[in-house]
Nanobody
Framework: QVQLVESGGGLVQAGGSLRLSCAASGRTFSGYAMGWFRQAPGKERELVAA????????YHADSVKGRFAISRDNAKKMVYLQMNSLKPEDTAVYYCAVRLPTDQPLRAKTAPADYNYWGQGTQVTVSS
């Protein structure tokens, strides 16, 4: 049983930084993709960034490119999202998710339905 536990959310002023962490357990993740999604009130859940567990190749949405960076630590089974230059519009619940192995590239599978396991989410609030 795959389990994902997020941490690191909180309240930060605009321009500040946060690092989200996701602890993954339950199986080996070789060949899997790990993603960070976010959902703001009244909006659909959207993919922010994703990474291949094995290679470390990553994808970032245009809205966060240059400000956010996804990374993973295979030995610790951790996935991170470093968020810099935060803006009020980054306020959302952030979710860690796992996608089962496929031959589709990261940018081709960005919908929540493309991911198979989810964490409980962590709130990020950016004040202006």
């Amino acid at each position: 049983q795959v389990q994902l536990v997020e941490s690191g959310g909180g309240l930060v002023q605009a321009g500040g930084s946060l690092r989200l962490s996701c602890a993954a357990s339950g199986r080996t993740f070789s060949g899997y993709a790990m993603g960070w999604f976010r959902q703001a009130p009244g909006k659909e859940r959207e993919l922010v960034a994703a990474i291949w567990w094995s290679s470390g190749t990553s994808y970032h949405a245009d809205s966060v490119k240059g400000r956010f960076a996804i990374s993973r630590d295979n030995a610790k089974k951790m996935v991170y999202l470093q968020m810099n230059s935060l803006k009020p519009e980054d306020t959302a619940v952030y979710y860690c998710a796992v996608r089962l192995p496929t031959d589709q590239p990261l940018r081709a599978k960005t919908a929540p339905a493309d991911y198979n396991y989810w964490g409980q989410g962590t709130q990020v609030t950016v004040s202006s």
